[in-house]
């Protein structure tokens, strides 16, 4: 997206995307599938993350998206949701047709749609534990027609622009959910009625401060909350207590840094709070089962842009 993005990328860090237009950052953001094919010459682009929220609709396509080292197939109708901060490369061996959405969280504040609008609808995970999204024939034309609108909204300047955007955004966003549902009926309602809004708060102490919170109880204290509260909360919720997504977001996060930069794992370690490398070796083992020398002897595997 070269139009709209631009990327700062060093030694230490993962290739990480801002929002632009034409080297001008903006809130909200529309492509193509097709004109992004186009414009790379159907060339792959490397794993990256973005620092706002997109949506990837493959309206008809084939081909390969990798997200947080998961491999999702991308067939017709279906819709993808990649949360800032996590890796993704889209891989589309042929010219695609689809719709590519993107926003910034000072986007949802200044235009008035809370971000716990995006939570609550639970297809924006941030955290590779939903597949995406397969959208019915019915919801396709729908979904076309939101679609469209911002189209034109995004060619022609006008007034209060943002704030169409914003509403139809929305009203996209409500389909998209209307299928998740479908799907997730059972898993939604549990969800409901076991804390979701703790689970909600938890996932965004998380973000903010796993590098340096490695204990359930940092995080039950600033949730007010016990430990073995939260712990019970989670696990009803997600299937996972606390502890144990505390740890799965630290292996996450240490192969990205380990996939996507050129950091030692000494500094790896320390990137991820652990004062001692020794201590980081032997959780990262304890966690996946699986030594983090011998995941970095792999990379070949994980790193599709090869």
């Not at 939260?230 to 919720?237: E, G």
């Not at 011998?294 to 599709?304: G, H, I, P, S």
Request: aromatic share 14%.
């Amino acid at each position: 997206m070269k139009d709209n993005v631009f990327t700062d990328s060093t030694r230490g860090a993962i290739p990480s995307f801002d929002l632009l237009h034409y080297e001008e950052p903006v809130l909200f953001a529309f492509k193509t599938m097709e004109g992004i094919f186009d414009e790379f010459m159907g060339e792959t682009d490397v794993p990256h993350k973005h620092n706002f929220y997109t949506i990837v609709w493959a309206k008809n396509a084939c081909g390969k998206h990798f997200i947080d080292f998961r491999e999702y197939d991308i067939k017709p109708n279906i819709v993808f949701f990649v949360a800032p901060g996590q890796v993704h490369q889209v891989i589309t061996p042929h010219r695609p047709v689809g719709v590519v959405i993107m926003f910034t969280r000072e986007f949802l504040c200044k235009y008035n749609i809370e971000e716990e609008f995006i939570t609550n609808l639970g297809i924006f995970a941030g955290y590779p534990d939903e597949p995406p999204l397969e959208i019915s024939e019915e919801s396709s034309l729908r979904l076309g027609i939101y679609a469209e609108e911002i189209r034109k909204l995004f060619e022609n300047e006008s007034r209060f622009r943002n704030d169409s955007f914003a509403s139809w955004l929305k009203l996209f966003l409500i389909e998209c959910n209307k299928n998740l549902s479908e799907r997730n009926e059972t898993t939604n309602t549990q969800l409901i009625e076991t804390g979701s809004q703790l689970v909600r708060n938890f996932k965004r102490e998380l973000e903010k401060n796993f590098y340096k919170w490695h204990k359930v109880s940092e995080y039950a204290n600033v949730l007010n909350v016990t430990s073995d509260y939260l712990n019970n909360v989670l696990k009803n919720a997600i299937g996972q207590n606390a502890k144990e997504y505390i740890q799965n977001r630290l292996v996450l996060e240490a192969k990205r840094l380990g996939v996507h930069t050129e950091l030692s794992s000494k500094e790896i370690a320390y990137t991820l709070g652990f004062d001692d490398p020794s201590h980081f070796s032997k959780f990262y083992k304890n966690v996946s089962g699986s030594n983090f020398s011998d995941f970095r002897e792999n990379l070949e595997k994980y790193n599709t842009s090869k």
